[in-house]
């Protein structure tokens, strides 16, 4: 079990879209910048979306325009529509993130789209992406269950993965957006994406709402999936999900996978060391981490 599981880091997008404290620009680069000493490489920076909607994220181009670019880190901004793509652009994202959804109602109360609504704009959209030269990725909201409708239809991922890898998408994310899923429901939706879409990288998210991220994880990498999701101090949420808690923790991720032998690059002192920052300085709330109370294992020893 030697082989290599990255990790997406979306605190900085998905964890604080939601967060009752809303953080300076300074404070969100501090926070950047720590995930970035802790062996981070590829993280969500920023969501270009409506700010009255999402006042969180307002400052995106600023944050974007600030970010460490000397440190072989990849920027990934997050876009809803074509105005959401071009400002991606233009803030010079490494990497953008379209989102889709797998069911109509929470796509009218986020996008006020259908799934094949937000699949027929990315087909118009995605050669802005490309022109620019920029990676296209996709993720799936809602992809386990709909905090309006309910139950999924499994079948609409493998429609969704077809018109993503169609539209030139060369990554395709299932979100767990209200944390419902179970590690037979994540075996499934990646066989109909597989089936459907074979030339896609996959990507896992999954929110600990119901308390099986971790299994669902374990059942992704078993199914060979090697992306992940996870944002630290397991903070965040979606404004247009009821119920919607925190992210997985990044840090009980690390812990989990590098105990199995997987290599992360993730360094977990420092992860944890992140946790405390945000929970103690910069959020100044409790945190869902279960590695931020209970420590790494082997704990490291102490001066004599």
Avoid at 162 to 185: H, K, M, Q, S, Y
Avoid at 203 to 225: E, K, P
Avoid at 255 to 272: N, P, Q, V, W
Wanted: glycine letters at 8%; charged letters at 25%; a negative charge.
């Amino acid at each position: 079990m030697s082989r290599k599981i990255d990790i997406v880091e979306v605190g900085p997008r998905d964890g604080l879209q939601n967060d009752k404290t809303l953080l300076t620009t300074p404070v969100k680069l501090e926070f950047i910048g720590r995930l970035v000493e802790a062996g981070v490489t590829r993280m969500e920076a920023a969501s270009f979306v409506n700010p009255k909607l999402v006042p969180a994220m307002a400052d995106s181009a600023e944050i974007m325009d600030a970010v460490p670019r000397d440190k072989d880190v990849s920027y990934i901004g997050l876009a809803l529509n074509e105005r959401g793509m071009r400002r991606a652009i233009e803030a010079r994202c490494d990497e953008i993130n379209y989102v889709l959804v797998a069911s109509e109602g929470f796509g009218k109360a986020n996008q006020n789209a259908t799934p094949e609504e937000t699949a027929d704009l990315l087909d118009r959209i995605a050669v802005l992406a490309h022109d620019a030269r920029i990676p296209l990725s996709a993720t799936v909201s809602v992809a386990f269950g709909d905090p309006f409708d309910g139950e999924v239809d499994p079948g609409i991922l493998g429609m969704l993965a077809a018109r993503a890898a169609a539209a030139g998408a060369v990554e395709f994310a299932l979100g767990d957006t209200i944390g419902v899923a179970t590690p037979w429901d994540v075996e499934r939706a990646i066989r109909i994406v597989r089936d459907a879409a074979p030339s896609l990288k996959l990507r896992l998210h999954f929110h600990n709402t119901r308390n099986t991220a971790l299994a669902n994880i374990h059942a992704a990498v078993q199914n060979g999936v090697t992306i992940i999701d996870a944002s630290a101090g397991g903070i965040g949420g979606c404004p247009f999900a009821p119920r919607a808690t925190g992210n997985v923790a990044t840090e009980d991720v690390v812990y989990m996978l590098e105990r199995a032998g997987f290599d992360t690059g993730i360094d977990l002192d420092r992860m944890i060391s992140v946790a405390h920052w945000l929970e103690e300085t910069a959020l100044k709330h409790p945190i869902q981490s279960a590695l931020a109370k209970a420590g790494a294992f082997p704990a490291k020893a102490g001066p004599a």
